[in-house]
């Protein structure tokens, strides 16, 4: 009897215990967003990586640019419709053959105090040219730059020492934001990484490693005050936990949501799912000394065997855009009119045949292993080549194993995985790295139309010519079906509802001086 | 004492340098931290490459390299990061309290399960509590410790919303990640605990404690768990490394900045002296953890005292 009244206690502290969790997990919703609104005008964002460095020099990561466009302000700005527009400099011109001229905003103040001028600007690329950029990734995309020269106060000159048609673009980029000079020389490179100083729109405030860094409105901002008053900036890796943040309302935005929650974040009535087509475009490509790859008769039917359209469909939902050459529509030198080939397995076998590829040749594909979403889709490429008469072993490799030794030094299989940004998004970024003969990820492959071409853009800023240019290597590129190019990616971002004018920016360079939350 | 604590340092030293050497040489074999440095939307050239190589000193021969860490290691400079410019003993001692705070935790709470559990099993051998217990620990054992991590954030964080998801922001946070290392560790622990007190418990010593008409409760605190430590303190230090293996996935999961991530960022980097840097520190932890153990064990049993 004893036994059963302690059985029947137990069972109600059980069902208890269960009616409470039921009531609590009922109300989640709505208490997520109460707590998302107790937030008032401070905003939080949750993205997947810290950069560990916040010098514009030291870094080539997007998640330096979710913060640091916040942060900094460059000579000129490229805002999330990715046209160039005035940033510190007010306007230029070219006033010689290799002599690029800015005027500079006036009135303008670093969060600490110290004026914005000629000077700064010339301390910058002095920095940026020297031995301390040289520590960095950033000095080699401003080479073309010989010096910066003062003029006047508010008057600086770019002396080029060669043709550079993509420099305005570029002093849009991380490496050309302006830095404070007496605050850089007076602590150091290594404090400033900890604690920068910039002349945007918020200031820093706090910073601690692998966790969050924290930004307060810089209420003398040169293009007025921002509507928010505090954001801080979470780095959580794990892009479950992302979501999860934006589910409990701890969290306003989330980047890099994965195709995997995005229904999730969809479902949820208090958020907003906001795809984005980005600037990076994932390809395959084949390495053409090693056979049969070399022959373009078996790289067009590797390309006609494989339904890139259905892959896209079923491994990404649909979150991706098919791709006609290595550059995403958003790129300065794109073939709109070049279609992708066609999925035709007959035309695939044809072409085998022709090119006198045996049914049950084996052909590697390499690919970097932390890449889960192509890993599924090159497991689908093996069932589609396999129809076809061709056996596909796949060779995942680590990451930075696979960047610096296996693609630079000819290691892959004849065909492998290659991802790109452009971050200039003009094709000359691509082009110019990926397919010149010699280049670090280009060791074989080489071709003297297109060297051409790539020679002929370069050489003009005339930039009707250079789409002129690059239309002809377009179009060379696809006929020599060098690459497979596969689709453009869509980043996912996950947004609380409560979040008032947010663009979600294609270049991951998120901008809120116009967002506000109610 | 003395001289068993200053041979054991000695050899704690060996392993330390060779444990360095071996990681210095191994993150060197595959990947580069210039080319690292370039991930996001950049392609370096030849000529950027080598530039980089220069200026971080990695254009050196190894051995040069090596000396120049393990001398300045001995000066108690562990480097500087090639991606912050930090010094690395700096980055180290800011994550050192967080990682330290989710090991503590995480075990804390794996002793305070298993040990209770573990000796109720053990008294009720064959009991349907025992069975349980038994099936508990085998279902603890069967969970991958970051699968356990996202259903307890789905329930506790975004469901019942008693704790926070992620973040390293006061008490609170710390309750889910520590209660899954707890409950991954005590899996294991509630079994050892269970089986090291049944082989105590059928010792003589234990007849006769009870023969002297002790009671029960006495029995098995004083002379039954006392003698079943033994087991289970070893098995917790050589846990120790392990258990920070587990933490570097934990910390991914729950955004916690502690020394699992800052490594397995400067391994995705090759951050060389973060990583070596990271590894003497961790070492060295795993070393003194063993040490104390070896040392408990004249606590817990005067005949294995030594010196």
């Known amino acids: 009897m004893a036994w059963r009244q302690g059985r029947c206690i137990r069972t109600g502290v059980v069902l208890a215990l269960c009616a409470a969790l039921g009531t609590l997990a009922w109300g989640g919703s709505a208490r997520a967003q109460s707590a998302a609104q107790s937030r008032g005008h401070s905003l939080i964002i949750v993205q997947a990586q810290d950069p560990q460095n916040w010098d514009p020099i030291a870094t080539f990561l997007l998640s330096w640019g979710m913060v640091g466009s916040n942060i900094f302000d460059a000579l000129v700005d490229r805002g999330p419709d990715l046209k160039i527009r005035p940033g510190l400099a007010t306007s230029w011109k070219w006033v010689g053959a290799n002599v690029l001229q800015f005027k500079l905003r006036r009135g303008v103040t670093f969060h600490d105090g110290e004026p914005f001028n000629a000077d700064a600007v010339k301390f910058t690329f002095d920095r940026l040219l020297g031995p301390e950029g040289a520590k960095g990734p950033q000095q080699g995309n401003y080479k073309s730059i010989d010096h910066v020269q003062v003029v006047d106060p508010y008057t600086v000159n770019f002396v080029m020492k060669e043709e550079d048609p993509v420099i305005i673009t570029k002093l849009a980029g991380y490496g050309a934001m302006i830095v404070p000079p007496k605050y850089v020389q007076e602590h150091g490179s290594a404090y400033f990484g900890a604690n920068p100083v910039g002349t945007g729109p918020f200031k820093f405030v706090e910073y601690r490693k692998d966790d969050h860094l924290t930004l307060a409105a810089n209420p003398s901002y040169w293009a007025g005050a921002p509507k928010l008053s505090v954001v801080t900036y979470r780095f959580v890796p794990e892009a479950a936990t992302r979501v999860a943040e934006l589910q409990a309302g701890r969290a306003d935005i989330a980047q890099a949501v994965p195709v995997s929650q995005a229904n999730v974040v969809k479902n949820d009535a208090n958020l907003t799912l906001m795809p984005v087509g980005s600037p990076t475009v994932t390809e395959i490509r084949f390495d053409p000394s090693k056979a049969p790859a070399g022959d373009v008769r078996f790289r067009k039917a590797v390309i006609s065997a494989i339904d890139v359209q259905a892959i896209i469909q079923s491994i990404l939902a649909g979150y991706g855009h098919r791709v006609s050459t290595f550059q995403s529509p958003l790129s300065f030198g794109n073939d709109p009119s070049l279609k992708p080939y066609p999925y035709d397995p007959g035309q695939a076998k044809q072409l085998l045949a022709e090119a006198g590829v045996k049914s049950g040749t084996e052909v590697t594909l390499s690919f970097p292993s932390n890449n889960a979403d192509f890993r599924e889709a090159a497991q689908a490429m093996v069932s589609y080549l396999q129809a076809v008469g061709l056996r596909l072993t796949l060779q995942p490799v680590e990451q930075v194993t696979y960047f610096s030794d296996t693609v630079p030094h000819a290691k892959t299989g004849q065909l492998y995985e290659f991802g790109w940004g452009g971050w200039t998004l003009d094709f000359d970024n691509t082009a110019y790295l990926l397919y010149h003969k010699g280049e670090y990820w280009n060791p074989v492959f080489s071709d003297a139309d297109v060297e051409k071409y790539l020679v002929a853009e370069r050489s003009t800023n005339v930039q009707r010519a250079r789409l002129a240019a690059f239309m002809q290597l377009d179009r060379r590129l696809y006929d020599l079906a060098i690459d497979f190019p596969l689709w453009q990616q869509v980043n996912l971002w996950g947004v609380n509802k409560r979040v008032q004018g947010f663009t979600a920016p294609p270049d991951d360079r998120v901008r809120l001086l116009a967002v506000s939350v109610k | 004492m003395t001289r068993f604590v200053a041979a054991r340092a000695g050899g704690a030293a060996a392993v330390l340098a060779a444990i360095s050497l071996f990681v210095a040489f191994g993150i060197r074999l595959t990947g580069d931290p210039a080319v690292a440095m370039f991930e996001g939307?950049?392609?370096?050239?030849?000529?950027?490459?080598?530039?980089?190589?220069?200026?971080?000193?990695?254009?050196?021969?190894?051995?040069?390299?090596?000396?120049?860490?393990?001398?300045?290691?001995?000066?108690?400079?562990?480097?500087?990061?090639?991606?912050?410019?930090?010094?690395?003993?700096?980055?180290?001692?800011?994550?050192?309290?967080?990682?330290?705070?989710?090991?503590?935790?995480?075990?804390?709470?794996?002793?305070?399960?298993?040990?209770?559990?573990?000796?109720?099993?053990?008294?009720?051998?064959?009991?349907?509590?025992?069975?349980?217990?038994?099936?508990?620990?085998?279902?603890?054992?069967?969970?991958?410790?970051?699968?356990?991590?996202?259903?307890?954030?789905?329930?506790?964080?975004?469901?019942?919303?008693?704790?926070?998801?992620?973040?390293?922001?006061?008490?609170?946070?710390?309750?889910?990640?520590?209660?899954?290392?707890?409950?991954?560790?005590?899996?294991?622990?509630?079994?050892?605990?269970?089986?090291?007190?049944?082989?105590?418990?059928?010792?003589?010593?234990?007849?006769?404690?009870?023969?002297?008409?002790?009671?029960?409760?006495?029995?098995?605190?004083?002379?039954?768990?006392?003698?079943?430590?033994?087991?289970?303190?070893?098995?917790?230090?050589?846990?120790?490394?392990?258990?920070?293996?587990?933490?570097?996935?934990l910390e991914n999961v729950f955004a916690w900045p502690g020394l699992g991530q800052l490594a397995l960022e400067a391994v995705s980097y090759r951050d060389y002296p973060v990583v070596q840097g990271v590894v003497v520190v961790l070492a060295l932890g795993v070393v003194a953890v063993n040490l104390l153990v070896d040392l408990s064990y004249g606590l817990l049993n005067p005949r294995v005292r030594v010196g």
């Not at chain 2, 290392?181 to 049944?198: D, E, F, N």
């Not at chain 2, 006495?218 to 920070?244: K, S």
């Open chain 2, 41 to 249: 939307a950049g392609a370096p050239s030849v000529q950027d490459v080598q530039r980089m190589h220069q200026a971080l000193g990695t254009d050196r021969p190894f051995l040069v390299q090596y000396a120049a860490f393990a001398g300045a290691a001995l000066r108690g400079d562990l480097g500087t990061s090639f991606r912050s410019g930090e010094p690395v003993s700096a980055l180290i001692a800011a994550r050192a309290g967080a990682t330290l705070a989710l090991a503590v935790g995480g075990m804390a709470v794996a002793l305070a399960v298993a040990f209770p559990l573990g000796t109720y099993a053990a008294m009720h051998r064959d009991a349907l509590a025992d069975f349980l217990i038994r099936v508990g620990s085998l279902l603890g054992l069967s969970f991958p410790n970051f699968w356990l991590a996202i259903m307890l954030i789905l329930i506790f964080a975004v469901r019942v919303r008693w704790f926070p998801p992620s973040g390293y922001s006061g008490p609170a946070s710390l309750v889910l990640p520590c209660l899954t290392l707890g409950v991954i560790l005590a899996s294991t622990l509630v079994r050892l605990v269970r089986a090291s007190l049944l082989d105590t418990l059928g010792q003589p010593y234990i007849r006769t404690a009870r023969a002297k008409g002790m009671p029960e409760r006495l029995v098995i605190v004083r002379h039954g768990l006392r003698n079943a430590l033994l087991p289970v303190v070893t098995f917790i230090g050589l846990q120790f490394g392990g258990l920070l293996g587990g933490v570097v996935i």
